[in-house]
């Protein structure tokens, strides 16, 4: 039997106001901030539009894999 852990930590990025945005709008987005490929870059850890940092994003995906690791020390996990 496989067990299959559901936790929120491992929701995509957020996007804030950006979030489900056309094509055309983030191309204007891009045109207003020029900053906004920065989203990306662990380092510069951007925080605007109400787009979830980068350091955030990773920070708590690697909390739940820390935990995952130590509940679940010797075990196979998929």
């Known amino acids: 039997m496989v067990t299959i852990i559901q936790d929120?930590?491992?929701m995509k990025i957020g996007f804030?106001?950006?979030e489900g945005i056309t094509k055309e709008d983030r191309k204007?987005?891009?045109e207003i901030n020029?900053?906004?490929n920065d989203i990306w870059n662990y380092n510069k850890n951007v925080d605007?539009?109400?787009i979830?940092?980068?350091k955030?994003?990773?920070n708590r995906i690697y909390e739940f894999l820390d935990e995952l690791i130590k509940k679940y020390k010797n075990k196979n996990i998929l």
């Open 34 to 36: 020029t900053e906004v």
């Open 16 to 18: 804030g106001k950006s």
């Open 28 to 30: 204007k987005l891009k």
């Open 52 to 54: 979830e940092p980068m």
């Open 8 to 10: 929120n930590r491992l």
């Open 56 to 58: 955030k994003f990773c």
């Open 48 to 50: 605007f539009y109400g």
